[in-house]
């Protein structure tokens, strides 16, 4: 936030849309740099997921200070639509909500992963034993998918809600206010959509796997692989090679793909954390100003 106060909008009798200004209201202009830089983030197919919900924690630190301050206390104490109220409400709750599962998921996830590795590293890769390890890795991994992909259409739902109540009558602040709480929401709830994808077992590819190396048969040889695996689909692809050859290089590919995982997994829990915290914070500070 800049260091220098924030001035009020004078009051408008004109009549007002529920759409934004064409320039961010001077009360938050914090909030919009931080979306800027967001979407820059988003935008670069460099950035790492940790990268962008590290992002995101600075959003809603940034968020936080902004609902903080006396002059936004003041806009929100002074809301007059009830359907407005809710819907910032709402908003803040839904975040909360896909936060927390991502968090539950991902706790899942990566004990899911540590069990499989616990087992390999039990056992050699011809032992009794090790293909009902990894089914039930896989079919860990499916039920994760049904609660993954349920948030993901539950994200999908809720970017097609279109508002239908008006703020004519209410300040231009609190018209700027709930407009820049809705980008963050939106912005939010993009990133989480995105990050729901890359941590899913892939659909096409979990059964078939089973089915395949139930059949003992090579799914492709290690020089036919061109695609960019990410990390899900690289264990996949190992536990697919193991299965159909129980071999010790196998095993040991198999061994390192789960160990890139489990670390992949842990930074993201990090992150996932921090914006939580920083999700909760912000939430009591809207409480606090509607209840001003």
């Not at 359907?83 to 909500?97: A, I, K």
Request: glycine fraction near 4%; aromatic fraction near 4%; include cysteine.
């Amino acid at each position: 936030m800049a260091s220098s106060p924030l001035r009020l909008i004078k009051t408008s009798h004109h009549t007002r849309s529920i759409s934004l200004p064409s320039r961010p209201s001077p009360l938050t202009i914090g909030v919009e740099q931080q979306l800027q830089r967001l979407r820059s983030s988003q935008e670069a197919s460099t950035s790492s997921h940790c990268h962008k919900l590290n992002g995101l924690t600075d959003l809603y630190n940034c968020v936080d200070d902004f609902l903080q301050l006396p002059h936004t206390q003041k806009a929100l104490s002074q809301l007059r639509s009830e359907e407005c109220e809710n819907e910032v409400l709402d908003g803040s709750l839904r975040v909360l909500d896909v936060c927390n599962t991502t968090r539950d998921v991902l706790m899942e996830m990566k004990k899911n992963v540590q069990d499989l590795l616990s087992s390999l590293r039990r056992k050699k890769g011809g032992e009794a034993g090790l293909e009902d390890d990894v089914k039930e890795y896989l079919i860990c991994q499916k039920k994760l998918n049904k609660t993954v992909h349920k948030c993901v259409e539950d994200l999908k739902k809720n970017e097609k809600k279109h508002v239908s109540f008006s703020l004519l009558e209410e300040d231009p602040n609190v018209v700027a206010i709930v407009g820049s709480l809705r980008e963050v929401n939106a912005i939010t709830n993009s990133i989480f959509k995105s990050l729901f994808f890359s941590i899913s077992h892939p659909r096409k590819n979990s059964w078939s796997l089973a089915s395949k190396f139930m059949n003992k048969k090579k799914v492709a040889s290690h020089g036919e692989e061109t695609e960019c695996f990410n990390s899900v689909e690289k264990v996949d692809a190992a536990l697919s090679d193991l299965m159909c050859s129980k071999s010790c290089k196998d095993t040991q590919n198999a061994l390192k793909q789960l160990e890139e995982l489990e670390m992949s997994i842990h930074g993201l829990e990090d992150e996932v954390e921090c914006v939580f915290r920083s999700l909760i914070k912000s939430r009591v500070s809207l409480l606090n100003g509607l209840n001003h």
